[in-house]
């Protein structure tokens, strides 16, 4: 069966510390992999897009890294703002469909504290 | 400017309302997809189309009904709308032949059947 698995479920940090948010998934044939950020009330916005081949990826303060032979990805926070306060959703895509079927994790809420 | 818009953001009906949820994107993109999201928990996919005139059903049996007459327009409908249909509901696009297969999502319609 297809899923993805993330942890934690829920965390809270200090403004400008760093954090890491981890995926485990069991997708295949894989794709691709991305993480989403979901601010409460709004839809998901991509972060990160890392196919088979790409190990690491970022996007400003965002850095996910992929290590697609144990099935498992991260995304590390750096300096956290209060602005970073979301859910993070891990999202892996199957090629074993035309329809690109996404798969989608429950999502890390992380909250972020003055 | 090219977005993905849904109306309304919020809804609050009745038992028994028939109610139609807008989705529209000024992408060109060919396919769509309603997604349901209860708090805490991960999409599910309940309705996508590949074109015009093209709709199927996803993973999650959903009681609403789809139509895509225009390619821009998506519209999902609930003839008798019951407390159980409480939930958040996302609209996305992506375009055909992406090796991604990135989908953008719309703000979403929150939904509250009482």
């Known amino acids: 069966k297809n899923q993805v698995e993330q942890s934690p479920q829920s965390l809270i940090i200090l403004e400008g510390k760093n954090c890491t948010l981890q995926c485990n998934y069991t997708v295949s044939p894989f794709s691709n992999l991305r993480w989403y950020k979901q601010d409460t009330g709004r839809g998901p916005v991509s972060l990160t897009i890392?196919?088979?081949?790409?190990n690491t990826k970022s996007n400003g303060r965002y850095t996910a890294t992929l290590d697609a032979d144990t099935k498992q990805s991260s995304l590390h926070i750096t300096a956290s703002q209060l602005s970073d306060s979301a859910s993070y959703i891990c999202v892996v895509s199957d090629r074993g469909s035309t329809l690109g079927r996404l798969y989608f994790g429950r999502g890390t809420q992380l909250t972020v504290w003055p | 400017e090219a977005d993905i818009y849904q109306t309304p953001r919020y809804l609050v009906i009745g038992t028994g309302k028939k109610i139609t949820l807008e989705c529209s994107q000024t992408m060109g993109h060919d396919k769509m997809y309603w997604y349901q999201q209860d708090p805490g928990m991960e999409l599910h996919l309940i309705h996508y189309s590949y074109g015009v005139n093209s709709t199927e059903k996803g993973d999650l049996s959903s009681e609403s009904t789809v139509s895509r007459i225009r390619t821009e327009h998506f519209p999902l409908t609930l003839e008798s709308a019951r407390p159980s249909h409480t939930s958040q509901y996302l609209c996305?696009?992506?375009?055909?032949?992406?090796?991604?297969?990135?989908?953008?999502f719309g703000p979403g319609t929150r939904l509250t059947v009482l």
């Open positions: 996305a696009s992506s375009v055909d032949g992406s090796s991604y297969n990135e989908q953008f």
């Open positions: 890392m196919t088979f081949s790409e």
